[in-house]
């Protein structure tokens, strides 16, 4: 599997297909892993580009990172593999990644998708997370994922990661409820329709009111993920507006 030297740091990323390039961004304490059952699918069509964010997954585990590390280690691995414009979909921490970096780089961006979207955190948000990463609570079958996700060093990665993303100036960076409006590529929300204290619905409807070209699917009965409840459902939806920007 591909790995490249970015901004001075071993970083992991999955590489498939040909085509128009959709950047795939996982979640928080997360990796590519966690999406690569999309890619036989989405790869048909599209080179699917799938880093693991610096301090997870495959890429270098660190305790500490500057806040915009996330969004310039995107912007310099597309710079290597050559990539000067691309479709971006990010789940949960992923879509706060991409949305800044339409934000910041909107050059760089033809179309975004963003599902289970945060554009800021409070503190009923920062609970829910430092209860989803207390490791000394998780079963065997978590220890077993997270494994999976990161490696033998996955305890270290979950405690980096609530130490990273407890930054009041991550925090700062990644609230973007302000800039948001900012981004004017089309842009495709997805959700579950279980509200949560981390993926709040009415995050949801502040976006879709806010962007300029915007367009929301809600799917019912599972949690904030689309992509993770309804796989193949959310593909279905999700080719339809790549394709749809492509005509």
Known sequence: MPTKLV??????FQD????PVLVMLHGAGSSSISLQHHFSDLSANFRII????????KSDHLSEIPPSSWVD?????????????AFIYGVSLGSRVALKFA????????????????????????????????VDSYSEERKSEMMRLHGEDWENVARNYL????????QEYYNLRESFPLVECP???????????????????ELLKG???????ILPGIGFSAAAGRPEEFRGILLGFLNELQQ
């Open 163 to 170: 130490n990273i993303r407890n930054n009041p100036d991550l």
């Open 103 to 134: 934000i910041d780089f909107p050059e760089m961006v033809s179309g975004l998708v963003l599902d289970a979207p945060i554009i800021a955190q409070d503190a009923s948000g920062n609970s829910a997370t430092a209860q989803v990463f207390n």
């Open 16 to 19: 498939e297909g040909e085509g």
């Open 211 to 217: 962007f300029k070209d915007a367009r929301l699917a």
């Open 187 to 205: 842009v495709l929300i997805t959700r579950g329709d279980r509200d949560d204290n981390n993926h709040k619905l009415i995050y949801t409807y």
């Open 50 to 57: 799938a880093p693991d964010f610096r301090a997870m997954g």
């Open 7 to 12: 901004n001075g740091h071993k970083h992991f």
């Open 73 to 85: 280690d995107l912007a310099e691995l597309l710079k290597q593999l050559s990539v000067d414009k």
